[in-house]
RNA sequence: GGUCCUAUGGUCAAGCGGUUAAGACACCGCCCUUUCACGGCGGUAACCCGGGUUCGAUUCCCGGUAGGAUCACCA
């Protein structure tokens, strides 16, 4: 058989040889001096999730962390892999870089990165690549090591039920693979000629040795050695459509984009043996693979770890972040802590240094799934908040609501009202910490505005009704809006002994028989008539931010 | 089922042949306090099981078990 002949009559129009494609997209300056060239492959269905921002994130630091010898940084780029037309969302590329941007992650290029060309030059969309790929498929049947194989669904449907009736791996490999392995260049010519459809296989080597099945030996950055059974699969390489699978795109891609480090999902691991095959057939220098681990979650009804799931888990989208009202930066903190275990220690150590400054290792990162953890996001976003300005704060949140909560947004729209409140217990030696996410926050500060505050809570079952009523009118009677803290505290005191409750707490504690209640007590019932709960910060605070006309005007109300 | 990955408290995790087995979150108690929060102090809680190797295994090897991943003209 003339593998040539064959190349010409299955890609007469491929003019272009793999040398001229080397030629074209040249290793890069950066690359050659030791940065680190990653890139971001989503599939652009629209769809992006915390397992793709967790990627990204690695992506993105080890690029930009990375130094050429002259101190270029490394190169992070975004290619859409879109080589499965069902998939394709419109203006997924868009949400796919927004969404990232938010969480301050940015491409130095690629799709959508504003190249010359729109659509990015080189190509960063597989679907524009065609000629590329064919042109190295076209050199892989010249040499023998692809043909073209007319096997139906049906007959591969048969295959398959064959194999597993008998128990045998499925798939194209060995004697099932014959057929069309050694189809004669007149039967190719005639089956092309009768129109039938057919794809381009790779002609797997197997993994029989002298000694048994062969095994492939890859050191991955984050697994460390990592050995499986060699590929013997003649497994597909350009569709029907002439489109290439993700595996054929991927050996091309990385290697023409030069991409030094490769860092996929999990869920790649086991096609590694073909991808090395790959690269070993089109006689190319395989990248370094780094396989992070899944994100999990624990199932409600199983109680097993399991992958987080699309349907099943609100938190697995970004957007449930946003609809929160999670800061980004809080998010990006929380995935960095389960990406690298010395984060956390880093942080406490360095608690207002800029996260670009921790030096991001993959030795550090875990190579088992772990299980996504609300509690510790939420006690990470504490710490974050407190560390951004209150008027910023401010603003965050009035974007938030605007987008999620819009009959509230009004009301933030007074932002130096907004500030204050959000200044409360800030600026202390020992601030407050309870902000978390803007819904949240929104709950625990909404008794500032009139139209969202409610009376939630009873009063404290030591008072009773005569006495709440009593202490609200002496509490009204003598309120001065100018009273310091100290001389506002005073007056509650008074009316706390004449009431017959105690003054100090202890008492009360120690001689329960001989008082009604306590100073708290009473506090509680003017906590209750100003921000309708119990607990909240500082009264006298509050009320000076409240205003002197809302404090009367609550407390009136409850007098009747 | 085949193949591969993983295995330390409820969760995230240090550890890399000899430790009283760190720390963080969560939980509980006490203190501070007009409530809550913050903070401080303290507490409950872990090396999956069985064989080896070794003077000695959480750590190394083998087997089991469990969990996860994957077996498409999807990525």
């Not at 992958?307 to 609809?323: A, C, H, I, N, V």
């Not at 605007?402 to 933030?412: D, G, Q, T, Y």
């Not at 009202?417 to 800030?426: A, E, W």
Request: proline share 5%.
């Amino acid at each position: 058989m003339d593998y040539n002949k064959l190349a010409e009559l299955l890609f007469p129009q491929i003019d272009k040889t793999p040398e001229d494609y080397e030629a074209m997209f040249p290793q890069r300056q950066n690359a050659a001096g030791g940065a680190v060239i990653t890139r971001l492959g989503p599939s652009p269905t629209g769809f992006i999730h915390l397992g793709n921002l967790y990627g990204a994130f690695v992506d993105e630091r080890l690029a930009h962390q990375s130094k050429a010898a002259d101190g270029t940084p490394g190169t992070f780029y975004l290619r859409i892999e879109d080589t499965d037309d069902k998939r394709y969302v419109e203006g997924a590329v868009d949400t796919i870089i927004n969404s990232l941007k938010f969480f301050g992650i940015t491409f130095d290029e690629g799709a959508g990165c504003g190249q010359p060309d729109a659509d990015g030059e080189p190509p960063y969309y597989q679907s524009k690549r065609g000629p590329i790929y064919q042109a190295f498929v076209k050199r892989l049947v010249s040499q023998g090591k692809a043909y073209p194989c007319f096997l139906t669904e049906e007959e591969l449907a048969d295959i398959r039920a064959q194999q597993e009736a008998a128990k045998e791996t499925t798939g194209i490999y060995g004697k099932y693979a014959e057929k069309n392995r050694s189809l004669t260049y007149e039967e190719v010519e005639a089956n092309i000629a009768a129109g039938k459809p057919y794809v381009i296989r790779l002609k797997s080597k197997g993994n029989q040795g002298p000694d048994g099945v062969v095994y492939i030996h890859v050191n991955d950055e984050i697994r460390g050695d990592v050995s499986m059974p060699a590929n013997d699969q003649d497994v597909i390489i350009l569709k029907a459509s002439g489109i290439p699978t993700y595996h054929f795109a991927h050996v091309i891609d990385d290697h023409l984009m030069r991409t030094t480090h490769v860092v996929r999902g999990e869920e790649w691991l086991m096609s590694l043996p073909i991808h090395i095959e790959l690269f070993e057939a089109l006689g190319l220098e395989p990248p370094i693979y780094c396989h992070t681990a899944v994100l999990m979650k624990l199932d409600d009804e199983t109680g097993n770890k399991r992958k987080l799931s699309k349907r099943k888990d609100p938190e697995l989208s970004l957007d449930y972040y946003r609809q929160e009202g999670y800061h980004p930066q809080a998010v990006k903190e929380y995935l960095l802590t389960i990406l690298n275990s010395n984060f956390e220690e880093w942080r406490m150590a360095n608690p207002d240094a800029d996260i670009d400054e921790f030096e991001f290792t993959t030795e550090k990162m875990n190579s088992a799934g772990a299980l996504f953890d609300l509690n510790k996001l939420n006690d990470i976003s504490k710490d974050v908040l407190l560390k951004i300005p209150a008027d910023e704060l401010a603003d965050f949140l009035l974007e938030w609501a605007r987008e999620f909560k819009p009959k509230a947004a009004p009301l933030l729209e007074d932002k130096e009202y907004l500030t204050k409140i959000l200044n409360i217990g800030r600026d202390d030696a020992k601030p407050r910490k309870d902000l978390i996410y803007a819904k949240q926050i929104f709950d625990f500060i909404s008794y500032f505005y009139d139209e969202y505050f409610v009376i939630e809570e009873r009063i404290p079952e030591q008072v009773c009704d005569e006495d709440a009523k009593e202490i609200l009118k002496r509490y009204l009677d003598t309120y001065d809006h100018s009273d310091d803290q100290s001389q506002w505290f005073e007056k509650i005191r008074t009316i706390t002994a004449d009431l017959g409750y105690a003054v100090k707490p202890k008492d009360y504690k120690k001689h329960p028989d001989e008082y009604k209640g306590s100073v708290a007590h009473v506090s509680t019932v003017i906590r209750i008539a100003v921000m309708g709960r119990s607990q909240s910060p500082d009264v006298w605070t509050i009320q000076q931010i409240l205003g002197e006309d809302k404090v009367r005007a609550r407390i009136s109300e409850l007098i009747g």
